[in-house]
């Protein structure tokens, strides 16, 4: 589930190949759904810093025929205070059918800038 927006670290950039940018808040406020991007037209996915501090991070992306890309946000919260411990950006790639199984590939982006790389949404 996606996290609110008033307590994300970063928020996502699509950047299209012909260079239309396309922004997951828009300036009225509006959140941008995966729905909404074109994924085979993406080249480029920034997470643009909401808080002081935090480096920009881009990630270079390749959506093939047949594949498409999802976006949302991981929240994890102390089990005690039940406040935000992390955020975390995940940019999945949703593969085509093999063998009866969907192929997925995702890249989570923690708080602290690192990116990790894995077959699973919750790593």
Request: one cysteine or more; aromatic letters at 8%; hydrophobic letters at 40%.
């Amino acid at each position: 589930m996606d996290a609110p927006l008033s307590l994300r670290r970063y928020a996502f950039r699509f950047v299209y190949t012909d260079g239309t940018v396309l922004e997951e808040i828009d300036r009225f406020g509006r959140l941008l759904k995966s729905t909404d991007i074109d994924w085979g037209r993406c080249c480029r996915v920034d997470l643009v810093p909401q808080v002081a501090g935090l480096p920009p991070v881009s990630m270079l992306i390749k959506v093939e025929r047949g594949e498409r890309g999802t976006k949302f946000w991981l929240r994890d919260s102390s089990m005690n205070t039940g406040e935000l411990v992390e955020d975390k950006a995940v940019l999945g790639l949703l593969q085509k059918t093999v063998g009866g199984e969907v192929l997925s590939t995702f890249l989570l982006c923690q708080a602290d800038g690192r990116i990790v790389l894995s077959s699973s949404e919750d790593y």
